[in-house]
């Protein structure tokens, strides 16, 4: 880290638009600052964003910066906890929406008859599934379970695109006629 004269020249420089006294100050302080948000937040991904978002901060607030302190590092601290801070609401406020969101599209009453419907539903298309021969059930699970590309499906596979694109609309053929038939029993 840099000493406290380093630190008040390096301002002072970066405060007239040197870059490179700014990059001294970001590498000297990026790590501790990253180690403050992430306390905070308790997440990587947050404290480096937060971490980020300290150094803009700074930027834009150093030609106006008396520092108070010999070193820029309670400086730092306070713009990260404040944009820590911020995030945790935004973070807060998201989770709390998200809840009421999934509350409203809960049904207030809940059907034991479509429950029985989708079970036997369910379990017929694994029937019919369990039927395909290898290479469509294959087919099936990467493109519909588990959502690959029709491409990338058949290069796993060692097939053309076409094969793929294909056999996964006569499996979907054929479960719609498995699904007519549990909706109409």
Sequence with gaps: MPTQSDDQELAARAAAG???AFRSIYRAYARPVYWIAHGILSSSTDAEDIMQETFVVA???LPGLRLASPSLLPWLATI?????????????RDR??????????????VSVEDQVISAALAERIAVEVQ???ELDQQIFR???????????????????HAVVRNR??????????????????
Excluded at 168 to 185: H, I, M, N, P
């Design 18 to 20: 040197d870059q490179d």
């Design 59 to 61: 930027w834009r607030k």
């Design 80 to 92: 990260c906890r404040l944009q820590a801070a911020n995030r945790l609401r935004v973070l807060r």
């Design 96 to 109: 709390a929406n998200t809840t009421e969101a999934a509350e409203e599209t809960l049904p207030a009453i």
């Design 131 to 133: 039927l395909l021969d």
């Design 142 to 160: 990467l493109c519909a379970v588990d959502g690959y590309a029709y491409q990338s499906a058949a290069e796993r596979l060692g097939v053309s």
């Design 168 to 185: 996964l609309s006569r499996v979907r053929t054929r479960l719609r006629g498995a699904v007519t038939e549990v909706k109409d029993a």
